[in-house]
């Protein structure tokens, strides 16, 4: 799907998104774009992390499960849970392996610097859910906490066979995320089968229904695929480099922005679900900004990056 940004009723630059839309089978409904992209899932696969964490242990209420397949924005909410997973797991903020690093979100960073906090922190990380999730399953399993990044660690063995299952894609190609984890390499078909077997398999019903409860935990309340994920109705996650998921009701949907833009690659993912046919009037509406993105100049709106070519 081709977006270009027009400002004052001329196009200035455009944007390749590629996006495939699946059903419950695995079948094709639609693409949009280069449908053989390839990219590391990153964050994008974090429900099947945290089911993992679970599987292998961990206890996590609703919310903790949430802020576990989280890019979280580093809100004082999103730092408490974080914290709280690892005290339920009897385990000090020390044993978080993320880089140090300031919130995702501006906002956030500017609460944390007017409350005193001067350096950047291992909990403030956006994977520290993720992270603190799995440290929680090693703690539960009596497996080493130390090593838990280490590709060839039993936890990550076990998520390695969990995103090879589900996406139908062998996970050789391992790479090293922006947080220190293990990542693997695929495709826009196999990450939205994924997300088609998230939003219906009974075994992802615990992650599934956290992230639909709880999408500001997911991500940055100010963020677009946060504001998508409020008016979708199922799992949404967003990874690095313009990357994004969704699935409700056995459709699975993926999007990658080919310049690594994630508002771009949300607007193309809502694009779609509206062009098949699985946004209601209201959700359309809500998601206006969302899919066709403001551009502004002198303080107001210009125009906007908006879809101009569609798929197949």
Known sequence: MLFATVRSGEIEATHDVSIIAVDEAGREIRSWGDREVEFFYRSAIKPFQATASLESGAKLAPEQLAVACASHGGYPIHLYLVESILADAGLPKTTLQCPPAWPRDAQAKDLLIAAGHRHAQRLYHNCSGKHAGWL?????????????????????????????????????????????????????????????????????????????????????????????????????????????????????????????????????????????????AAAEEALNDVRRIPVLGGGRRVGSIQPIANGR
């Not at 390695?160 to 090293?176: H, N, Q, S």
């Not at 229904?209 to 946060?226: E, I």
């Not at 056995?250 to 080919?258: E, L, R, T, W």
Request: hydrophobic share 45%; proline share 6%; glycine share 14%.
């Open 136 to 280: 929680a399953a090693c703690a539960a399993g009596d497996e080493p906490t130390a090593t838990y990044l280490d590709p060839s660690h039993p936890l990550q063995l076990r998520i390695r066979a969990l995103i090879e299952e589900v996406t139908g894609v062998g996970g050789d190609r391992v790479g090293v995320d922006g947080c220190g984890a293990p990542t693997l390499r695929g495709g826009l078909p196999g990450l939205a089968r994924a997300f088609s077997r998230l939003s219906t398999e009974p075994r992802f019903e615990q992650a599934r229904l956290a992230m639909h409860r709880f999408p500001a935990l997911v991500a940055a309340n100010t963020l677009a695929d946060a504001t998508f994920a409020a008016w979708w109705g199922g799992p949404v996650k967003v990874g690095a480099q313009g990357l994004i998921a969704a699935g409700r009701n056995g459709v699975g949907i993926a999007a990658k922005s080919h310049e690594g833009s994630v508002d771009i690659a949300t607007a193309g993912i809502a694009e779609a679900a509206r062009q098949i046919g699985l946004l209601p």
